[in-house]
Structures are given as C-alpha cells and as structure tokens.
C-alpha cells in the first residue's frame, strides 16, 4: 500500500495590542515560544525592518524566532527582529510605559498575519498557478500551511492519515478525481480555519511547464518548500531547509524526501491528453498514470507513500491534477451539462480489479468516504455528505463558498479554443513565471527570469545586489561574468557519498546520480563550475578524463 505510486507509475496586525493584558499576552507567549511579542524602542516606536515587517511577521507568521531563535541562517535582520521582539535568545524585556495605540504601523496588506476577528468577505476562490505567485503570495501560503501545522497538529495529522487508510478507495478507480477534489477542497478549508488566512486559496503546482528541468521546479526553492539539497543523508532524508524543515510527519518520523526522480508530463503531452481523450473512463487512468505519479515519484520520501499528504507539496500537486480535470471538462463541454443530467462520458464507475471497493460504492450518487480510521472518525470539513456527482463542476460544489475556478492557464492557451466555444473554468491566457529575487535560487532566462546571482538575501555590498545582479568594480548592478569557482573539495566528497548511498539503496548508476546531483548544486550556486572535478574523484567514480567533460559549467546549464 506505501508504495502505490511506484505500481501506478509503472502502469503508465501587526498584533491587535489588548493594552490591558499585554503583561498576560507576554507570559503565555514566552512560555510557549511560538511568537514575538512587540517591544518599544528608545523613541516610542515599535520594531520593524526595512519592508516594514513587525515581530508578530518573524513570529507568529513565519516562526523564523521560535525555530530559530536569534541564529536564523545567521540573517542579521532576523538576529535583530528576534532580539528586539523578544522571541529568541537574547529576548529584551517588555516595556515599563505602554505606548498609545495610534503610534502603532499599520502593516503592508502582503505582510499581515493571522488576525482575531470576524471572517472578512473574501470574494469566489480562484487557484492559481505557483510559478505565476508574487513572492509575498508564495510565503503567505506557506505560513498559512505552517500555522495549520501548528495550531492544529492533530488536524493536519488527520488529514494524512485518512488518504493512508482509504489509499485502496481513492486510488486505481473512479473515486481517484471526485474523492481527490473534494479532499483538497476541505484541506482548503482547513488553512481558512486559521485566523489571518480566511481567504486563502490552495495553488497548483504547474509541474508540466517544468518537465524540461524537474530539479529548478518552482516550488523548490530555501524560502518556500525546499530545495533537492536540502535533505538530511541516508536512511532518513529528512527536510532541512525551507519551510518545513523540521517537521514531524503523522507517522511520528520526519518529513522525508529521498528524490528518487522521475520525467513531469510536459505541456504538450498534457494537451494531447486533454483533447483527445472524450469519456471519463479513459481519461482518468491516464491522468492518474504518468501525470499525477510522476510528481510523487520525483520527490520521493513522503511523497511516494500513502501518506504523501505529510508534505505539503501534495496539495499544490493534487491542486493542478484538479486543474487538468476541469480543463478536460472544459474542453469537452460538461462544464454545460447540470449535475442531474450528466452522462457515462462525464463520469462511469469503476472498481479495482480486487473488488474492494465495490461498484456500488462508485456510484454517481453514492457517498463519498472520508473516515480517518476504522473508528468511522472524520474531521469537520468533511463532516457534510457529500456524492461522487456533486464533485462535477467546481462552479457548482456543495456547501457555502466551497466553489471555485482557474486562473490565469497558459495550458487552456496552447490547447486553443474548446470544442464546447467557451473556457468557464480556467481563464486562457499566456503568464510568465515570476521569479524571486532573494531565495537563494538563480532563476535564468530558461526559469522565467534573468537573474546573475542570488545569495538567499537582498542586500547590496555583498557581491550580489539587492536586484540580483553580480556587483563588480564598477559598483552594483554593472554586469560582468560571475568570477570562476569551482565546487569545493567537501562538497564534491559530500555528494560522491551520497550518490554512492543512492547507488547501494537503489541501484542504478552512481556517475550518473553524482551528475545529477553535483547539476542541481550548481544551479543553486551560479558562481560554481562543475567542469574542474579533481581526477582522483574521476577515478574513483570509473570515469576517465574525456568523459569529465560531461560535467559542463554552471554558466551552460542556466
């Protein structure tokens, strides 16, 4: 059962300051280490950095301060944040004079965190793609994901272990689209649960514009889901850095990916698959294929398990397999045809081979499952009942505020016009992927970008601007070719080895691993060639001195 994905993938405020009880909030917070408070400075003022980000943003919004106390990657700004605010190590005392509440900032909108209060009117819910997020939007989600997290562990837990206990239910038969729309529709509601994220919407990882270079995805970068080499070495692969370094999976381990790789379905193949596939019962078994295993696959860890919602790149994941759906329905024009009149090309029941489930549980009206365990225990956001045909259009769900549509789809845009005249659930149209300056990824011009350097910050001075552009003699922003480095001595031995624990776990060729992993290295480190590896490793690695020679610079792979 843990291993599905392998047979599948075979087979194809700033803080409302309560004056009153400041000295309260104080003490239960420092107790529990999960926020910065605010703290006056000399002039009366309250802390902020040069964006304007107060403690309750290193605190309670993005736990830079509770994880990491004052030693945050060694960030001056966070140092300090975390020292003023009173979150880490070196903690100030709270004022003795409590200044009045119109001294307070008011916060940027971007950088607002969780907020009391009554829920704001947020408007129909629009997913849209990751790779087209602002970089505020990008670290609004993650903190929304990592409050879940926080707040309601059990929860989140929960949510994990009720797709490891209906793994045979909800996979290899019809229920895998309607079952799987539906479950990342209540883990939506489950991030809107938390105070400050009202509003916020789950967005998909748009995979198949990656399928070229799996490793520079989108999603994977230091200050948001993690990089390929971020993870801890072999038997456990734990997460460290990102977000979600650090984090404890339902199953009591750590959040583990092991990168294991496998080829994204890419824009064209998608398209294909779109538009020439005209009845459900062929359509999703190919989506379930190739298209939704090979992102599970390509992570590894966590991801290539029945308990795959553990990471929180399987929401983003489900969120575009969602999205191929309703571009088919769209395509075909079912988004036309009313729930009570749909037909076996919109939906047909089908069971697995073993008979568990049974048909009869397929049905168009059938209740869907959605227990945690044995017990029949569920969460509320799936308390409601709710059928396989209720799941037809995202236009049209049950329950209050539960619909939603696509934005912005260069996918619907290449497809062209549908057969049914109209696009209604996503909106067609060409997006760029927007790029970070500052999270430590060299997003080229094959990445939507056209950054030279970036050194995780934006600062200038540093050999690399605030706009990441390389800073030489002639001051900051003059462009010139990145000085020529070569990856370390370490580095290169830390690889090797753990191209050779891949080799002994799961086969396959080590120089091959070895390349593959010293590429993805590069590309987080523009100034660092490959094409400098010392002989000996050569040696050790069975490659002779012409063959080094496939090892190309950094400069050519961006």
Known sequence: KLQFLYFIG???TNMHRKWLLLAVWSAALALADCACVD????????????????????????????L???????????????????????????????????????????????????????????????????????????????????????????IASMHLYLTNYAHGTSAFLPWHRWFTVGYENALRSIPGYECITVPYWDWQRDDADESMSTPFRAKTFGTMMGVSGWPDYCVTDGAFAGWTASD????????????????????SIITTNNAFAGFWPTLEGNPHAAPHRFVGGNMGTSRSPDDPLFFVHHANVDRMWALWQDYHGHDTVPKADMTEAMYVPTPPSSGDPPVSELQLDSVMRFEVDSSGRTLPYFSSPVTFRDMHLITDMPGEGNSYTYGTDNLADVIGQPSSGTWDLVVPGKAPKLTCCGDGTVDGADQGGAEECDDGNTVDGDGCSAACVVEGAEGAGHTQVAPTKYLSDSTIEALFHKADEEREKNGGDKAAMFKKLAEAECKLHAADYLNDIPTDWMKHMNIDESKGKLFAPCGSLL
């Open 10 to 12: 075979s087979k194809n």
């Open 39 to 66: 703290r006056t400075l000399v002039d009366g003022t309250t802390w902020e950095d040069s964006k304007g980000r107060d403690c309750r943003w290193y605190g309670a919004r993005t736990r830079r301060c509770s």
């Open 68 to 158: 990491y106390g004052s030693k945050y990657k060694n960030d001056w700004v966070a140092n300090e944040a975390c020292c003023v605010c009173g979150g880490g190590h070196e903690a100030t005392a709270a004022p003795t004079s409590v200044p009045t509440p119109t001294s307070v900032p008011t916060p940027e909108p971007s950088t607002a965190g969780p907020t009391a209060g009554p829920a704001p009117s947020c408007g129909p819910r629009v997913r849209r793609g990751w790779s087209m997020l602002s970089c505020a939007e990008r670290e609004e989600y993650v903190a929304a994901v990592n409050a879940l997290k926080t707040q309601k562990p059990s929860e989140y837990d929960d």
């Open 252 to 271: 009591g381990r750590c959040l583990m990916r092991n990168w294991e790789g496998a080829g994204f379905t890419g824009t064209m193949e998608m398209a």
